[in-house]
């Protein structure tokens, strides 16, 4: 996966490459193999954005979180990330797990027609 990071007013250190690094390997587990990854990190007065991009084919996985301290505006960003992949992943296995369709046969309902009308 290639992640690009940005920083806005801001310097992306080693400390919040390596937490953005640990919870998009745990999330490319869950949804498979992903494409890329986008960090952005900005700081506005005294609030500290952080938008996190997971691509996927041509699916797209976004969230922005703000808080007064980056490294939680960043954990909350991909915390989201993640519900969206698990969110993602069990409808994509839900689709394909139904059960087959009960047949009606001739028997069984007149058997219960006959039993009722007796």
């Not at 954005?49 to 979180?65: H, L």
Request: with cysteine; aromatic share 4%; proline share 2%.
């Amino acid at each position: 996966m290639i992640i690009e990071y940005t920083g806005r007013q801001t310097v992306v250190t080693q400390k919040y490459k390596d937490q953005a690094v640990a919870s998009l390997i745990a999330i490319e587990k869950i949804i498979g193999r992903a494409t890329g990854a986008k960090v952005i990190l900005t700081v506005d007065k005294y609030r500290k954005i952080a938008d996190v991009t997971v691509k996927q084919g041509s699916q797209q996985m976004v969230a922005t979180c703000e808080s007064a301290d980056m490294m939680t505006a960043l954990r909350d960003a991909l915390a989201k990330i993640e519900q969206q992949a698990v969110r993602q992943r069990q409808k994509a296995t839900k689709g394909i797990r139904r059960p087959r369709p009960v047949e009606k046969s001739a028997g069984f309902g007149a058997s219960i027609a006959a039993e009722a009308s007796a």
